[in-house]
């Protein structure tokens, strides 16, 4: 299946940094999701994005799917940026989201 | 308006016991998922249905039993509770199948077997 990695594993900010989370994936996709889990456990939905640039507020997200990366950026953090940020790619006819393993995301006032 | 509601967020089982597992979306979407996520916050699918119809079946132990009355619901049953289901579970549920558009998780159910 199609693998996904996702850099720095983990990651401390102080507040008001910015940050840039990457996901590399190992196949050609037709679906890529960010999705933000927070410290008590709710999973929500960022980016729809499988290729090209959104933004959000103070997030926003880039995938490159010709050279099988996507970015999120934060910038301005806040502490309540803090939590796991997962990245979710659905090759061809899969069907099916496989995630990676998230980046642990602290923001420390 | 709870978008994706899953009942109980709680559940604290002994070994052996059979467990279910309530999901319901008011989002109007066609397909639904289960998903558990383990003690290292890794999230895997487990099933998958689109429109009551089940699409994917992820080498899921026989224990397991999922159940679609409607594409609102999908319920999930599981017999003979081991330590190892220990874990989150999470339903969710997404426009279509084809996109995947408008992927919505509910607010997860944790499982605790003793």
């Known amino acids: 299946g199609i693998q996904v990695e996702q850099s720095p594993p983990d990651l401390i900010l102080q507040e008001g940094a910015n940050s840039t989370l990457r996901c590399n994936f190992s196949?050609?996709?037709?679906?890529l999701q960010w999705f933000h889990q927070n410290p008590w456990g709710q999973l929500i939905n960022l980016f729809y994005?499988?290729?090209g640039t959104k933004q959000n507020g103070r997030l926003s997200a880039t995938t490159v799917a010709t050279e099988r990366y996507s970015l999120l950026y934060i910038s301005s953090s806040q502490t309540t940026d803090s939590g796991v940020y997962f990245c979710?790619?659905?090759?061809?006819?899969?069907?099916?989201?496989?995630f990676g393993k998230g980046n642990q995301v602290v923001v420390i006032p | 308006d709870t978008a994706v509601s899953q009942t109980p967020k709680y559940l604290v089982t002994q070994m052996g016991n059979d467990k279910s597992i309530k999901c319901e979306q008011n989002?109007?979407?066609?397909?639904m998922y289960w998903y558990k996520q383990d003690s290292k916050k890794f999230l895997k699918i487990m099933f998958s249905?689109?429109?009551?119809?089940?699409?994917i079946n992820e080498t899921v132990p026989n224990r397991f039993s999922p159940k679609s009355p409607d594409k609102a619901h999908l319920n999930l049953h599981i017999n003979s509770l081991e330590l190892g289901d220990s874990a989150v579970y999470f339903c969710?549920?997404?426009?279509?199948?084809?996109?995947?558009?408008?992927?919505?998780f509910g607010s997860g159910t944790r499982l605790t077997v003793v």
């Open positions: 979710a790619v659905e090759g061809w006819g899969n069907n099916r989201l496989a």
């Open positions: 989002l109007g979407h066609d397909t």
């Open positions: 994005i499988p290729s």
């Open positions: 196949d050609s996709v037709n679906n």
């Open positions: 969710a549920s997404s426009q279509d199948l084809r996109t995947s558009y408008g992927y919505t």
């Open positions: 249905y689109n429109n009551k119809e089940l699409i």
